[in-house]
């Protein structure tokens, strides 16, 4: 076996731990920019776009291949614990964005201007874009806002350079005034809105939309009459691309599920089925093994401490004698 096969060899039988993590793994997938997301949309190949809220979610996102990622404000709800989107901050948000940057090589991320980051004013608007791309690492930002948003969205694009993804129909931010979490665009009128906004915002320098809760034939029509690609979430099988929050379609979200969302996983009980698990060896003592979960002294060593902690503290250590000559390999 040559030197390097060596080395390998070692390197993947090192034992690891959080404080002590592998390496990224290396996917290869191709870096998807924005050009890449027009080709799939002038390709008429589906775009597929995942939230992530975090380093672990962002990797599996890697792994996955996918083309978009979206650090929502959702994890407002589904991260942090409350009642709806408008309580998560800026300073939050970037935070989140700032993990997921870390674990993302190939998907284009997207994230969220949270709820009073941009509606006073353009300047206000711009200045958040800004930090959320420099501090947030963000590559794009997304406004949930009509066509009364669209010179906001002109400042951004066109006036900072930074591009924006769109985001109409249902929009959790203004919920209330929307009267809950309902489904826009029923009506002829509530229809003919969505679709005019959706034109003011292309206008407006969006390179991208999202649609929200909104009938199937309505995010047709937009799709139809836009010149950008679509994504929907709760918007029927006609627009450019998908999108669902990650932790509802595993099963990590505990108070709703969307009509919209397919379970693909259930990992909410499974989690909770192993922590149960894991108390349950506490109790009875069956965790953890000596010799599988423990790290050893040499010999030599192990025998010198026990005669010290006899000797000056009076009493004597279990039996976890090690095997002659047998030391831990644990880096630490």
């Known amino acids: ?56 979610t962002a990797v599996a996102c890697e792994r996955a291949g996918i083309d978009m990622v979206l650090v929502g404000d959702s994890l407002a709800m589904v991260a942090l614990g409350h009642d709806d989107t408008s309580q998560v901050t800026m300073d939050e948000m970037i935070h989140h964005s700032k993990a997921v940057s870390r674990g993302l090589h190939s998907p284009f991320i997207v994230t969220d201007l949270p709820f009073g ?14 930090r959320m791309v420099k501090e947030g690492r963000a590559e794009a930002v997304k406004l949930e806002t009509g066509r009364r948003g669209a010179a906001k969205i002109d400042a951004i694009v066109n006036g900072a350079g930074i591009p924006v993804v769109g985001h109409i129909g249902l929009t959790p931010q203004t919920a209330v005034a929307l009267g809950g979490f309902r489904v826009q665009g029923k009506s002829l009128a509530s229809a003919q809105s969505l679709v005019d906004d959706a034109l003011a915002l292309q206008e407006a320098g969006c390179f991208a939309m999202v649609l929200e809760a909104m009938p ?41 599920t969307p009509k919209f969302c397919q379970s693909f996983s259930d990992l909410g009980p499974r989690m909770a089925d192993a922590v149960g698990a894991f108390k349950k060896d506490v109790r009875r003592g069956t965790f953890p093994v000596e010799g599988v979960h423990t790290y050893a002294m040499p010999a030599a060593a192990e025998e010198r401490w026990r005669a010290y902690v006899q000797q000056q503290l009076g009493f004597e250590l279990g039996g976890h004698k090690s095997e002659k000559g047998v030391a831990s390999t644990a880096q630490v």
């Open 1 to 56: 076996m040559s030197r390097s096969m060596l080395i390998s060899s070692a390197a993947k039988q090192m034992r690891m731990y959080s404080a002590r993590p592998a390496a990224r793994d290396a996917t290869g997938h191709p870096k998807v920019t924005i050009q890449t997301i027009k080709r799939l949309y002038a390709e008429q190949k589906p775009i597929a776009l995942m939230t992530a809220y975090d380093y672990p």
């Open 117 to 130: 980051s941009y509606q006073s004013d353009e300047r206000t608007a711009v200045e958040n874009a800004v």
């Open 216 to 256: 199937s034939l309505v995010a047709e029509t937009i799709t139809r009459v836009l010149r950008v690609p679509t994504i929907g979430i709760g918007a029927g099988p006609a627009t450019s691309g998908q999108a669902l929050v990650l932790s509802d379609m595993v099963g990590m979200f505990d108070r709703f």
